[in-house]
């Protein structure tokens, strides 16, 4: 499922960058009166800035839908278990050498 998503998140954010890119900004419209008219012929006049401007919000939209999903998934797959948790009280050192000659075997 994460995989998918992933794969669905890098597809809209590729088309929302396409779709970005294809878009004109407010200062082209000036020029296309002076001589360059057939600049808006293939969505109409007025079309091109609303469907560009709609398919770019839709995909705005899904692309934060899906950051925000992915960024859901991804949040729960932490490591749970804590370092601290396979601490062990050390064990008392026990003295190499005994304390008097009593101990040792064959000691007098």
């Avoid at 499922?1 to 396409?18: P, T």
């Amino acid at each position: 499922m994460y995989e998918i998503l992933l794969i669905a998140y890098l597809i809209v954010a590729l088309i929302l960058i396409g779709f970005i890119m294809i878009q004109q900004g407010k200062g082209a419209d000036m020029g296309a009166s002076f001589g360059a008219g057939a600049s808006n012929t293939v969505f109409g006049s007025s079309g091109s800035g609303n469907f560009l401007t709609r398919t770019t919000a839709i995909l705005a939209v899904v692309f934060f839908v899906l950051s925000l999903v992915l960024g859901n998934l991804s949040s729960g797959n932490g490591d749970t278990k804590s370092n601290f948790d396979e601490i062990e009280v050390p064990v008392e050192e026990v003295p190499a050498v005994p304390a008097n000659d009593s101990d040792v075997p064959g000691g007098n």
